[in-house]
């Protein structure tokens, strides 16, 4: 039996790149000066203990702070190949939420079928062809690995599910459009441990077909998932790097200290 | 803990629960007075008054005979006006609540009419009737009309109904707005696709709440002028040559259920005294029966929106 091969990955692309990105909620500065890149098929992971900013920087790549006064946006987030800044006030939110969805840390499917959340992404673009739906709704719900379980019953009440189902639901809501780029705020915490298992597991697996920006309070779920992590504390980036240096061998000291759990 | 403490706190304890005992009684006995008066209320006009109740009673105009009297004219009036106070009420009052829940930013001015649309909600009855009188009727030249009695008692329900739309939309959570929206859903998509379905229940139960409201309103309907004594029905709505003969009915005299009973009250004559309570008895079931179906139209509509 030929053992499998595992091909070496390709050197990874740029998808999007933050650049000095300050943040002020009101007068608060919540973010400083953060400057990151963001791989294209790639899991990159934020981490740090609470307030230290990184759902806010997660928020920005979606536009999130905009459904809520008292927010303000200073320096930049390109997103690649074209390179626009998704932050410019020329940019419509709207548009930057077609290309970058969000898995929240709530479940939150609506109260609607589960065929209806998967296909509502679509339904908001103008698509209404049953058929094309009908696809679209499979295959996302193929990606997020609930089809097998839902296939019966697409008719039913999207919150009757499961905790672990209804993160999967949002998830395929998610992927239903094709986004570039799918951010996860926390999307675990709220899931017992064999659910949280499934998604992780699930995360290894779309990163092949979209650029991943997760959130975690988890540690240990930042090593098993990310490719890449980063470290934020009090709005700073304190440090970023492959997932492997950043817990093997971390440049910084509070890096090192929150690692093994000296503080935090 | 010996056992002389434990003993001292059984005691305590069965002190405790003696209050208890007396604080349920104390509110039980509260409401049974309320619902006691009710009811009493409503089995001694049900008793005075349904004998009175035949098909004649409900097909035949008022009369100055009290044997051949009945409300035909007044609970069609009373049907009529609340057809068009519904459709003023509930489209202005549903906008005028997501202006203020979604859209409008959070200053001064919007503090102010907040607190406007609450102290509305208080004003007397036979004000709106005045301001009726004057801008209605003749300012805009609406005459003494079913129209002009549906405006008014729309103005008076909207407090209600923009009251009961905002607390629905309140009771969406954050997090299904900001799914909504991080599909990439614009502010009027996520109103109409999301939160007008969803706080629809709540909504329904506001209208019908304001209606039952209305259907008993008299002040602002004698001070426009509804007539007492009406022997015609205001024309079929809709019938007639098109297109002012459609609306023909708006601009009718007419009369209302209260107004009739307040008519029959009046007179010397017991027997009309009878048909007043018939006619109340019959507002009154139609009040409970309004309630009762926004009970239950609430239950069928929240089954399904859970979060």
Redesign the interface.
Known sequence: MPSTITLPEPPPVLKAQSNNLDFYYGSFKALKGISMPVYANRVTALIGPSGCGKSTFLRCF?R?HD?Y?GHRYDGTISLFPDGVNILDKQVDP?EV??RI??V?Q?P????KSIFENVA??L???GESSRSFLEDKVEAALRGAALWGEVKDRLRD?A?NLSGGQQQRL?IA??LA?DPEIVLFDEPTSALDPIATGSIEELIGEIKHKVTVLIVTHNMQQAARVSDFTAYMYLGDLIEYGETKEIFMKPKRKETEDYITGRFG | MNSHDSLAVKAIIRRHKRWDVIFALLGLMALAVGILTLAALFVDMAVAGIPRLNADFFTSFPSRRSAQAGILSAWVGSILVMLVTAVVAVPVGIAGAVYLEEYA??NVLTSIIEINITNLAGVPSIIYGLLALGLFVYTFGLGQSILTAGLTLALLILPIVITTTRESLRAI?Q????????????RW?VVR??LLP?STPGILTGVIIGLSRAIGETAPIITIGALTFIAFLPPMPFSGDPPAGLFEWLSSPFTVMPIQIFNWTSRPDPAFHQNAAAASFILVFMTLAMNGLAIWLRYRLRK????
């Open positions: 979606n999130m459904l006064p709207i939420r077609m969805s969000m929240f709530k939150n499917p609506f109260p509502y992404g339904r908001v673009r009440l919150v949002c809501r998610a459009t | 930013r959070r959570p997090y299904i707005r900001e799914g909504a929206y991080a599909c990439g859903a614009s998509q696709q999301h969803y399904n929106i859970k979060w």
